[in-house]
């Protein structure tokens, strides 16, 4: 015979260890896309160096701007 205290101790801990498991498997996924999406924007900063010059996207632009003025 199985006490019920062990069973809910146990049911208890597995939640817990699922719980666990989704958040390794998110830091996972976002360790793969940010390993995907840093090898994407080398080769893009390899293929376009002038990126780096003008800053990243509008902010970039803004900035550029302003000196302008």
């Known amino acids: 015979m199985v006490d019920v205290s062990q069973l809910s101790e146990q049911d208890g801990f597995v939640r817990i260890v699922g719980f ?36 990243h996207g509008r902010r970039g632009d803004g900035q550029e701007q302003r000196r302008h003025k």
Do not use: D, N, S, T
């Open 20 to 55: 666990g498991g989704l958040i390794a498997q998110f830091l996972g996924l976002a360790v793969i896309f940010l390993g995907v999406a840093h090898e994407f924007i080398v080769k893009l900063l390899r293929r376009r160096p002038f990126v780096l010059a003008f800053g």
